[in-house]
Structures are given as C-alpha cells and as structure tokens.
C-alpha cells in the first residue's frame, strides 16, 4: 500500500515541477498552488487526507515524504512569484521604455594619452613619477639650476611673475623640480617630473604660453653620458618603435655640462629628409646632459661622490609630431571639434 502512495508522490512531483515552471503568469502560478496544495481539492492534500488509513509504521515513511514533496512545491510556488512580482511591481523594468540615446564618452586629452605612456615607460625602468609646483620659487626654477639673476637664459624664459611676489613665478619648465627632489631624497635617485610650464611668450603656431614637459634625471655613483644616451633611446624606440635612433649634439643650457641636443630619426620619413625635418632626417625632442656640479651642490650633494644625467622633453612637441597637429594653440583651447578627433 506504501510503495504505491509514494509512487504517487513522485509523479505529483512531477508533474507540479512541470506545471510550475510552465505557469504563464502571476495568475497561473496561483492556479498551480490551488490544485496542487488548496486545502478543499489540493492533488497533494487528498493524499495527506488518506495518511490516516495507512499503518503506523506506513504513515511514518510516507507521512515524511509527503511533507518533503510539499516543500519542494512550496518552494518552487513561492519562486516564480517572486519573478512575476519583479516583473510588475516597483524597481520593475519597464521594457516599453523608450531607449536613451548613447551617452556621450570623453577621451583623453592628447597630451594627457603622451605623459600617461611615457610615466609607464619609466616606472617600469624604476623611476619615481613625482609631481611639482606650478607656481615655483625664484631659486628652484633658475637659482638652482645655475641660471644666476644677470644670466640671459632668464631673458629666453621670460615668464609670469607674481605681483607683490618677487621671488615667486610661473615654472618656465620642469626641471625644477631636480633639486627639489634631490633635497626631498637624497641620492641615488631616477624619477620623471610631467608637468605644466609658463612662458611669457608671442604666441603664434610654434609658440605657446602654456605647454608641457616631461623632466628626467638620475643621480648616483658612477651614473655617466652613456647611461643618458641608452635611457632615452629606449625611451624614443618605445614612443616611434625600434628602428629610432637617437643622436646627441652639443647645446648649451645652464644646468648641465656637457649640454645636449637630442634628436631622433624623423618620424615621417625615418631618416631619408623631409619636409617635417627640413631635409635632415633627424627631429630634435628634448635637451639633455650631465647634471652641473653646481647643480647638485644646491642640493647639497658632493659632485666628486655623485654625478647624474638629466633631459627634458617637450609633452607638446611629442604630442604635435604623433597626432600630427600643426598648431600648437590648438591644445589649449577647448575645441571640442579637435579634441574629439
Ligand atoms: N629645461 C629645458 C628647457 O625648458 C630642457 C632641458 C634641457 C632639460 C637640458 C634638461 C636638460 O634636464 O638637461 O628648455
């Protein structure tokens, strides 16, 4: 008598799991939990009325079966509600909704795409990424760096000074922050300064007041000419690929000895001559040498113990030369119609 009751069971399972499932609506759903488990004609509740008649030992194993079949049922009734109710009540997704149009994505400012490479280039070789003040002191900016009041480089960095301030300016570049950091850390020391810098300048499509650097420098023992030339060559072949080279002429700038002008091979033409080059196959990108002994004594370090190397590379002109930009006021001036290109 048992098998045959649970044997039911089974296919009263069965047969709710499949009809559950299959329920079309809210409306269904309840139909399934009337049939099934309604106390007047429920299909399982008939079989729980008939326990009663079965032997004690029968009314046992069935009875706990029953109850587990009734569960399930139970379960799986109160399931589907919960997904019919989703469907309708509140935090519903209103499928008739009318699509908003796709939201507008920014990009990175071009610049900001060039300094973000090249900080990962250089982090990755072992360099500090630090950050400096725009509005930068007298000595940091020039005293420092060997570029006394009388000097004529300040005439050829020709900034905006700060009214009742007169030791305070506008940065004129990056490099700058070498002896700021090297009192903040001592040596050794390798980091990279990006940064916003000032000029008092006419401007016009080479010329721009507001433009961007990107200052390097190591200081240590033994740090030679030939650590400078290997670091930005592989600095260039990661920004133009492996076939750049890097070619050093003497320049003179205050703050290093020797000074250097550093060229790569054209972009454009890859050395042959062109116009972009003015026929000499070669595009000069940053200014770089050997850290002035003076230098590093304003950061209060010993020129026979330590010596370093440091360059400068011009963010803008980087970023000109690889989207091809022909105007450099176009960087700062907001045109959406340039910067969405
Ligand atoms: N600060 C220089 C400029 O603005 C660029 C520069 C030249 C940086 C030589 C350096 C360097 O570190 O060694 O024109």
Not at 247 to 253: A, H, S
């Amino acid at each position: 008598m048992s098998a045959v009751v649970l044997a039911q069971l089974d296919a009263i399972l069965a047969r709710a799991t499949d009809l559950i499932s299959k329920a079309p609506d809210a409306e269904g759903v309840e139909q399934c939990d009337i049939g099934l488990l309604g106390r007047k004609n429920g299909e399982l509740t008939a079989i729980l009325k008939t326990l009663s008649s079965l032997d004690e030992e029968s009314r046992k194993t069935v009875g706990a079966r029953a109850n587990q079949v009734k569960n399930e049922i139970e379960v799986m009734i109160n399931a589907r509600r919960r997904e019919f109710a989703a469907l309708t009540g509140a935090g519903a997704i209103d499928i008739s909704e009318p699509v908003l149009p796709r939201p507008e994505y920014g990009a990175l400012h071009p610049i900001t795409e060039v300094r973000q490479n090249l900080e990962t280039f250089f982090r990755g070789k072992g360099f500090l990424v630090l950050d400096g003040p725009e509005l930068e002191s007298e000595f940091y900016n020039f005293e420092a760096l060997n570029i006394p009041a009388d000097h004529p480089a300040r005439d050829m960095q020709d900034t905006f000074y700060i009214k009742d301030h007169p030791t305070l300016l506008m940065r004129t570049h990056t490099s700058g922050m070498q002896v700021r950091a090297l009192q903040m850390y001592g040596a050794p020391l390798a980091a990279v300064v990006p940064g916003r810098c000032f000029r008092n300048e006419a401007t016009d499509v080479r010329h721009e007041h507001t433009f961007y650097q990107f200052e390097g420098f190591v200081v240590g023992e033994n740090v030679t000419l030939a650590h400078l030339k290997g670091t930005l060559e592989a600095a260039a072949q990661h920004l133009y690929g492996p076939q750049t080279h890097v070619r050093l002429r003497p320049k003179f700038y205050p703050f290093v000895e020797p000074g250097m002008n550093g060229e790569v091979t054209c972009v454009i033409c890859a050395g042959q001559g062109c116009k972009l080059c003015k026929g000499t196959g070669w595009l000069e990108i940053f200014g770089c040498g050997m850290i002035h002994p003076e230098v590093l004594k304003a950061a209060k370090l010993d020129p026979k113990k330590v010596s370093g190397f440091a360059f400068g590379l011009g963010l803008t002109r980087i970023a000109m030369l690889k989207y091809g930009v022909g105007d450099v006021r176009e960087f700062n001036a907001g045109d959406l119609n340039f910067l969405q290109q």
